[in-house]
């Protein structure tokens, strides 16, 4: 009989041990400096890609990854402030305090640059999350989604305006608004909205700041700097590979439910 109890106590014990983890891991007031523990310690491991002495830096990633959608997911920490995570990530709220984006780096090798994002949206109780980086047919992320989404404007009743940034490196840096909308159970980008395309894509040389597109929440326009090919000491033999500006301004603007373009 005391045997029997014995084994119960045992079985009992380590069945409760996931909930005394969970528990100890998910105390209010540690998930700031949880995940921003994760992510420091995936940055100081960012070239170890396994070995004797530490965690590969893919597993602390998947870690963080898992951890942050975990907590996302879960309605007792929807007032975690982040302000210790968001000095190594970008953290981004809406204005209606619906939707809130996370984008961190997972490259960091010099001027080219690889983000991944995570979106939690909030709507009559519900919550959803899950990433703004899109995967195409072959699971391979859209590089044209791999940004660091910085600015949420608030569009209308039901789209956002996400604007973010990213860069293959050699000089090159491009910016990507996208106009996402809760439909079916999850944020989509608006396809064709941007004058016949999903997303308003623009790249300019690294360190032309003057060139970064805007957006006027006032008029609801983007602008920005009508580009044309570079040729190095003029010769249209020789192109440098990299836009200027004809100093011409265009515009596309919010019109039912898409950006079309202006005739100014």
Same mark, same amino acid.
């Given at each position: 009989?005391?045997?029997?109890?014995?084994?119960?106590?045992?079985?009992?014990?380590?069945?409760?041990?996931?909930?005394? $983890?969970?528990? %100890?891991?998910?105390?209010?007031?540690?998930?700031?400096? !949880?995940?921003? @523990?994760?992510?420091? %310690?995936? *940055?100081?491991?960012?070239?170890? $890609?396994? @070995?004797?002495?530490? +965690?590969? *830096?893919?597993?602390?990633?998947?870690?963080? !990854?898992?951890?942050?959608?975990?907590?996302?997911?879960?309605?007792?920490?929807?007032?975690?402030?982040?302000?210790?995570?968001?000095?190594?990530?970008?953290?981004? !709220? @809406?204005?209606?305090?619906?939707?809130?984006?996370?984008?961190? &780096?997972?490259?960091?090798?010099? @001027?080219?640059?690889? $983000?991944?994002?995570?979106?939690?949206?909030?709507?009559?109780?519900?919550?959803?999350?899950?990433?703004?980086?899109?995967? &195409? +047919?072959?699971?391979?992320?859209?590089?044209?989604?791999?940004?660091?989404?910085?600015?949420?404007?608030?569009?209308?009743? $039901?789209?956002?305006?996400?604007?973010?940034?990213?860069?293959?490196?050699?000089? *090159? +840096?491009?910016?990507?608004?996208?106009?996402?909308?809760?439909?079916?159970? %999850?944020?989509?980008?608006?396809?064709?909205?941007?004058?016949?395309?999903?997303?308003?894509?623009?790249?300019?040389?690294?360190?032309?700041?003057?060139?970064?597109?805007?957006?006027? %929440?006032?008029?609801?326009?983007?602008?920005?700097?009508?580009?044309?090919?570079?040729?190095? &000491?003029?010769?249209?033999? +020789?192109?440098?590979?990299?836009?200027?500006?004809?100093?011409?301004?265009?515009?596309?603007?919010?019109?039912?439910?898409?950006?079309?373009?202006?005739?100014?």
């Amino acid at each position: 009989m005391k045997k029997h109890i014995c084994l119960l106590c045992i079985v009992c014990f380590f069945g409760s041990m996931p909930n005394i $983890y969970s528990q %100890k891991s998910l105390i209010f007031n540690e998930v700031d400096s !949880t995940l921003t @523990s994760i992510y420091k %310690k995936y *940055r100081e491991n960012i070239y170890d $890609y396994g @070995s004797s002495l530490n +965690e590969a *830096r893919d597993s602390i990633l998947n870690r963080f !990854t898992k951890t942050l959608k975990s907590v996302l997911n879960d309605k007792q920490y929807n007032s975690v402030s982040y302000d210790s995570l968001g000095k190594y990530i970008q953290i981004r !709220t @809406s204005k209606d305090d619906k939707l809130k984006t996370f984008s961190w &780096d997972e490259l960091n090798v010099g @001027s080219r640059k690889q $983000y991944n994002s995570i979106y939690q949206y909030k709507d009559d109780g519900k919550i959803t999350v899950d990433f703004l980086s899109l995967k &195409d +047919e072959t699971g391979h992320r859209i590089s044209i989604t791999e940004i660091l989404h910085y600015k949420i404007y608030k569009v209308d009743d $039901y789209s956002y305006l996400l604007k973010g940034y990213g860069s293959y490196g050699g000089g *090159r +840096e491009f910016y990507v608004f996208r106009l996402l909308t809760y439909v079916n159970g %999850k944020l989509q980008d608006c396809l064709g909205c941007f004058n016949g395309s999903d997303r308003f894509f623009y790249e300019i040389a690294r360190g032309r700041d003057n060139l970064i597109p805007e957006y006027n %929440k006032i008029n609801k326009e983007i602008s920005y700097y009508e580009l044309e090919e570079s040729y190095v &000491d003029g010769d249209i033999n +020789e192109p440098s590979g990299f836009m200027r500006s004809t100093g011409k301004i265009l515009k596309l603007k919010y019109k039912n439910g898409m950006f079309i373009a202006t005739d100014q």
